[in-house]
């Protein structure tokens, strides 16, 4: 049975039970009722869930890549800053150097 007989055989059976007052009188009619929309709310659940992981697993390595990528800037970035810091204290040295032979 396709998904779709299975919906028209619930929303058939449904009508009747709730019709006939049958839902509101035998519990176990209730139950059974109750048992297929909460198993059809499952059903749709995992199906999002399917999707979403899916979507997830499709997007997740480019965000890891640009991270990558973006990682990899901010490391050469890190790298030319420490290099100029570096240059800066030697200016920094050399200025203190003709500085002191000024004032002598």
Do not use: H
């Not at 990682?71 to 204290?89: A, H, P, T, V």
């Amino acid at each position: 049975m396709t998904d779709t007989e299975k919906k028209v055989m619930v929303r058939l059976c449904t009508k009747i039970l709730t019709q006939t007052d049958l839902y509101e009188m035998d519990m176990e009619a209730r139950n059974l009722v109750d048992w297929i929309c909460v198993s059809e709310q499952m059903k749709e659940n995992n199906n999002k869930i399917r999707s979403l992981t899916g979507e997830y697993k499709q997007i997740e390595p480019e965000c890891r890549e640009g991270v990558r990528e973006k990682l990899e800037r901010m490391k050469k970035l890190c790298e030319e800053r420490n290099s100029l810091y570096e240059k800066q204290n030697e200016l920094k040295g050399q200025r203190e150097k003709l500085e002191q032979s000024f004032v002598q």
